[in-house]
């Protein structure tokens, strides 16, 4: 059985997150029950943080590792290295998670080789162990080890896409941007810009999320709010924060950044 979370009192330095639901609650039973888990949801929307916020609630040593399509199974169990003359084995980022109890994070699974979603699936059922064919070692994982993956399903294509296999080895949490209030609440606590401009920044990106699809691929992000309200805070006029953090990231189509800036004059005036 797994030791007790700490209480909050125990807790220090906890990354701040603003829960939606019962997403918090639902990680925590994860965990306890050693079941991996699944994140599903748009870029920016808090799914990084989220993960942060429960590993620190959680007392727990937290691993992430951003897949991309040069991310090979080594680079997650370890490889041989000579050092001094002598081969030694160094664990990679997965090895020492599971070795030490941690939480281990592959953000954007999606993006990684099918190589490294392979060496996954023994972690994700009952037996979580790791065979580790350089050495020879089957590793099992420590009680309070605990893998979490996520993935953007707005990204995924005949190309990119978790296979049935894989995506049933996890329990799934679903993610989408706040409802307005809770993620004005977010950016005015993140960049202690007023609650009165935060919401009507939150008001815009709603108007741009709702192109998505259409004129732009992906919508105006949490993240991306935060950062145009720091840099409204630190003093830069509200309109270049806007262009620079909300307009510029989404697109280089110009028709589309004027009908952008028409938002943003019909929102702030």
């Known amino acids: 059985m797994l030791n007790s979370a700490p209480s909050s009192s125990e807790i220090t330095d906890v990354p701040y997150y603003q829960p939606v639901g019962d997403e918090c609650a639902l990680f925590e039973h994860a ?9 599903k949801g748009p870029t920016g929307c808090g799914k990084t943080r989220f ?16 897949c991309h399509d040069d991310l090979t199974a080594s680079d997650l169990t370890g490889r041989w290295l000579l050092r001094g003359g002598e081969t030694i084995w160094q664990d ?11 939480i281990c994070y592959l953000d954007e699974l ?15 059922d009952d037996r979580r162990i790791l065979p580790l064919e350089r ?3 089957l590793l099992e994982a420590s009680d309070g080890f605990m893998l979490v993956v996520s993935y953007n399903p707005g990204y995924q294509n005949i190309l990119k896409s978790l296979k049935p296999s894989t995506r049933q080895r996890f329990v799934a949490i679903e993610f989408d941007f706040p409802p ?7 950016v005015s606590t993140e960049s202690g810009l007023d609650i009165t401009r935060s919401e009507r920044l939150v008001a815009l ?11 732009l691929e992906e919508g105006a992000s949490t993240r991306l709010l ?11 006029r509200l309109e270049d924060a806007i262009r620079i953090a909300m307009i510029e990231p989404l697109t280089d189509d110009r028709e589309i950044k004027r009908a952008l800036n028409d938002l943003v004059v019909a929102i702030f005036g």
């Open 205 to 215: 990106a709603g108007n741009i999320r709702n192109l998505k699809g259409r004129d």
């Open 135 to 137: 050495t020879g070692e």
């Open 51 to 66: 993960v942060a916020h429960m590993a620190s609630k959680l007392n727990r040593a937290l691993t992430t590792v951003s």
């Open 92 to 102: 990679g980022p997965l090895t020492r998670s599971v070795r030490e109890g941690g």
């Open 226 to 236: 935060v950062y145009c309200a720091k840099l409204i805070v630190s003093g830069v």
């Open 31 to 39: 965990w306890r029950n050693q079941l991996p888990l699944m994140i």
């Open 180 to 186: 307005p209030k809770i993620e004005a609440k977010i």
């Open 110 to 124: 999606v993006e990684a080789r099918k190589d490294v979603t392979v060496i996954l699936h023994p972690l994700t």
